[in-house]
Structures are given as C-alpha cells and as structure tokens.
C-alpha cells in the first residue's frame, strides 16, 4: 500500500511538474504571435492559432487545478451562491455580448452551500462557461436559485452530437466549440465528498439543464 502511494505521488509531482513546464514555451510563442499578427496578411490565422493557444492555456489551469488535492477537505463555511453568481457572470460580459446572449436570473430565495467560496466561484464558472459556449447565439440562459438548489439552463442546437452516457470523463468534449472536457469533471470531483448532488438533464424543448442540489432534496421539475 505504501508504495502504490508513492508511485500516485509520483506521478502527481510529474504530472504537476509537466504541466508547469508547458506554461513557458506557451507565453513565449503567444508573444511571438503577437509580434507576426501586425501583419494583415497573416492576421486571420494568426488569430486562429491564437485561439487554439489561449484553450491550451485554459486545459493546463484545468489539469492543475485538478491536481491540488487540497480543495477536496471538508469545509463547513457557508457561501451565498446567488452572490458568487453575480461575480462569476461578470467575468464573462465579453463572451455573452459576442454570442448576443441573455442572462434571466429568478433567485426564489438563497441558496447557502457548504463550500469554500473560491470552490463555489470554481463550479459556477464551469457552469456558467458551458452554458455559454454550448447555446445557441441570440437566446437565453436561465438561472434559477432554490433554498436548496442552482438550475441553469440553455438551448442547444447540436444534441445528436452528444453522448450522454460520457458527459462529465475527463477530456469529453462535444459539439462545434469546444473546451477543455474537464468542466464538469472538476465540478463532481469537488462535490464528492458534500451533502450535495450534480445532475445533468436534457429536454424534449431543446433545453440541457445542470443543477446542484442538496441530496435529500426531491426534483420539483424547473
């Protein structure tokens, strides 16, 4: 037993390592693509080369922040998650606007959860994230906010793309624009040892829904 721990902290500490690694040459080549995006002859795929670095960016912060074991202890303060919510969307304005979309919030009343605020802040931006990049443009992402639970919800076009039974293994990702895969593996990694459960659901409206609730609680079909 004690040398399997070893080997799995081995391979943490290489893993953590490899990724630290890559952050280098990253910021070094999106400076040098800076530098060539001067030139309107190359500055359409310049840009796309770009974007493809700001993922890789994004995939490596995931991988860390999957490695940091320590955000898994207990934790018995309390986090207003209509509050974190207000901040977590602010963060992605630029984003909305680009995809003409709405955010219609209906907070019934707070929901308090048991969760370091940063790890709160951390599922609802995963959430929020997905919510974004899987909509279709120029519609609504409902947010609905219970004594005892978050619901969000938003239309999505490309369905027959989706496997459901894979939503949530690391690195799954679906659809026209997509991410790292690790959203909604980080969200149930963190919420495995809480009094809470994350559900993901899809409708016959074209609505996917996510929503975190207290595990005692019964569905009241939002």
């Known amino acids: 037993m004690q040398v399997v721990k070893s080997l799995e902290q081995s391979n943490l500490a290489l893993l ?7 952050k280098t040459p990253l ?13 309107d002859a190359n500055r359409t795929v310049i840009g796309q080369v770009n974007q493809q670095m700001t993922n890789l960016e994004k995939l490596i912060r995931e991988i860390l ?13 309390k986090s207003a998650v209509s509050r974190v919510l207000d901040r977590v969307i602010t963060n992605y304005d630029v984003l909305l606007d680009d995809k003409q979309l709405t955010v219609e919030r209906t907070i019934e009343t707070e929901f308090y959860m048991k969760l370091d605020e940063k ?7 995963n959430l ?5 990049h899987y909509t279709v443009e120029r519609t609504a992402i409902k947010i609905y906010v219970l004594a005892d639970r978050i619901i969000i ?33 980080i969200i149930k990694t963190i919420l495995i040892n ?19 609730s207290l595990k005692s609680a019964p569905c009241d079909g939002k």
Do not use: C
Request: charged share 20%; proline share 2%; aromatic share 12%.
């Open 153 to 185: 919800a938003n239309q999505f076009e490309d369905k027959g793309k989706i496997n459901w039974n894979r939503i949530g293994e690391p690195f799954m990702a679906f659809g026209s624009e997509r991410g790292t895969g690790l959203g909604i593996y």
């Open 128 to 132: 929020v994230s997905n919510a974004i």
């Open 119 to 125: 790890m709160l802040e951390k599922i609802l931006s």
């Open 194 to 212: 809480t009094p809470y459960v994350f559900t993901i659901d899809h409708q016959a409206n074209n609505y996917f829904t996510a929503e975190i």
């Open 65 to 77: 922040f999957v490695t940091q074991r320590k955000y898994l202890a207990s934790n018995n303060m």
């Open 27 to 39: 910021m070094s080549t999106k400076l040098l693509l800076n530098e060539l995006q001067l030139d």
């Open 16 to 22: 953590q390592g490899i990724t630290h690694e890559m």
